[in-house]
């Protein structure tokens, strides 16, 4: 193996799917694109990684809920174009032609044309590490989407595409928690 920049390191492991976090600040609706995102374990805990440096982080913090959206592949060009302007001086889903629908718990907006919305309660910010705890309270998946590909940000600009799956279901028995 040949020594490999440590700057770059992060992009061995960055590619989770890329989402859109919406928030809804008291007078507005906004989107964001997120790509350091995680699960925390079975329940419906999830962290994302934002701060300051974006519009979105005041009305997360200020409401505390948000939506998580999860785009498909031909929606990659909205998805990058979201991540690139603010929403201080733009309506992105006027500037995308996206439709924000109102969840059942959150005032955060789902968006429709996305493959699934997960609507997430803000639990915790950990400000030293700019992490923001969300619980999902409300899920909801477009099944009858023909495109259901998401898209794996690399984190260098560059993005893979889903592909096969591969079923290690009877593997992994004892590690799955029933009705999963
Ligand atoms: C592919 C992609 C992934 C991104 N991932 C993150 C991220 O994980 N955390 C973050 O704070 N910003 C991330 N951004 C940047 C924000 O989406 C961007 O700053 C956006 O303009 C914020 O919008 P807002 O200012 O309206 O909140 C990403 C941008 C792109 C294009």
């Known amino acids: ?33 997120i790509s350091w995102t995680m699960v925390l374990d079975f329940t419906p805990l999830f962290a994302i990684t934002t701060g300051e440096w974006n519009y979105s982080f005041a009305a ?32 992105k889903f006027a500037r995308f032609k996206l439709t924000p629908v109102q969840g059942k718990v959150v005032r955060a907006p789902l968006i429709k044309e996305c ?27 477009d099944s009858l989407r023909k495109e259901k590909r998401t898209v794996h940000a690399v984190g260098d600009g560059t993005f893979i595409v889903d592909g096969r799956k591969l079923d290690r279901r009877k593997m992994m028995a004892t590690k799955i928690p029933e009705g999963i």
């Open 1 to 33: 193996m040949r020594q490999l920049k440590l700057s770059r390191a992060f992009t061995l492991i960055e590619s989770g799917p890329v989402v859109l976090v919406t928030t809804h600040d008291g007078k507005k609706n906004n989107m964001m694109t």
């Open 60 to 91: 997360l913090r200020k409401k505390r809920e948000c939506v998580i959206a999860i785009p498909t592949v031909d929606m990659l060009d909205e998805v990058v174009g979201i991540g690139t302007c603010s929403g201080a001086a733009t309506d």
């Open 115 to 141: 493959l699934a919305n997960i609507e997430c309660k803000v639990i915790e910010i950990v400000r030293k590490h700019n992490i923001v705890v969300l619980e999902g309270v409300a899920a909801y998946m």
